[in-house]
């Protein structure tokens, strides 16, 4: 039996996928966390060649190789397998080449990408060219693909908290308010003037 352990980086949910021998699984904790719809791709032992696993049809392999199916947010670790000497062998460390696609594929990104951190900088130079074609070499990838893989599991959670939005002027206006005089309606006449003249002051004679 292979057991499986997913934990969600940030939140720290885990999951555990186990698949026995004849390849059924089950799975204990938060299944939205195993993605077994997922495909990956694992080394075959030629020289640069990779190939896609499927789940449903190799669930044996594709549990031992299931630290490829880490994300951003999942890293996915085999905790426990009956049989160790038939996980995934590792690629060649010396001696082999990869194109950009491959070395990409390795790194479980897209071409593009893989190529945007060579232009940086964060990733391996290739080491020879063939004609136009430049090549990687194999072991500088794998070792750059597991120390971004550590970094990427000892990454703190970062705790998100929303702080108090400063109050707008039209909200500052609101709590300075001042109630604005009584306005006539509209159309209406104003009160005639006071025809009242004021009273003279009286003479007090003593």
Same mark, same amino acid.
């Given at each position: 039996?292979?057991?499986?352990?997913?934990?969600?980086?940030?939140?720290?949910?885990?999951?555990?996928?186990?698949?026995?021998?004849?390849?059924?699984?089950?799975?204990?904790?938060?299944?939205?966390?195993?993605?077994?719809?997922?495909?990956?791709?694992?080394?075959?032992?030629?020289?640069?060649?990779?190939?896609?696993?499927?789940?449903?049809?190799?669930?044996?392999?594709?549990?031992r190789a299931a630290h490829r199916a880490s994300t951003r947010e999942v890293a996915a670790e085999v905790i426990h397998d009956d049989e160790p000497e038939a996980a995934e062998a590792a690629p060649p460390e010396t001696g082999r080449r990869l194109t950009r696609a491959q070395a990409a594929q390795l790194a479980e990104m897209k071409p593009d990408s893989f190529?945007?951190?060579?232009?940086?900088?964060? =990733?391996? &130079? !290739?080491?020879?060219?063939?004609?136009?074609? $430049?090549?990687?070499?194999?072991? *500088?990838?794998?070792?750059? #693909?597991?120390?971004?893989?550590?970094?990427?599991?000892?990454?703190?959670?970062?705790?998100?908290?929303?702080?108090?939005?400063?109050?707008?002027?039209?909200?500052?206006?609101?709590?300075?308010?001042?109630?604005?005089? =009584?306005? &006539? !309606?509209?159309?209406?006449?104003?009160?005639? $003037?006071?025809?009242?003249?004021? *009273?003279?002051?009286?003479? #007090?004679?003593?």
């Open positions: 039996m292979i057991t499986v352990r997913f934990r969600h980086r940030e939140s720290g949910e885990v999951a555990r996928l186990h698949v026995e021998d004849t390849g059924e699984h089950t799975i204990e904790g938060d299944v939205n966390l195993v993605n077994l719809d997922r495909r990956l791709a694992i080394p075959t032992g030629a020289v640069g060649g990779f190939e896609s696993v499927r789940f449903e049809a190799e669930p044996l392999r594709w549990a190529g945007a951190h060579v232009s940086r900088g964060r =990733a391996p &130079r !290739p080491v020879e060219r063939v004609g136009r074609t $430049p090549l990687w070499d194999a072991k *500088e990838v794998a070792a750059w #693909v597991r120390g971004r893989r550590k970094d990427a599991e000892a990454a703190p959670v970062e705790e998100h908290t929303e702080a108090a939005a400063p109050a707008t002027k039209h909200e500052a206006r609101e709590h300075t308010h001042t109630p604005a005089p =009584a306005s &006539r !309606p509209y159309g209406s006449t104003p009160p005639p $003037p006071s025809t009242q003249r004021p *009273e003279p002051p009286y003479n #007090v004679s003593l």
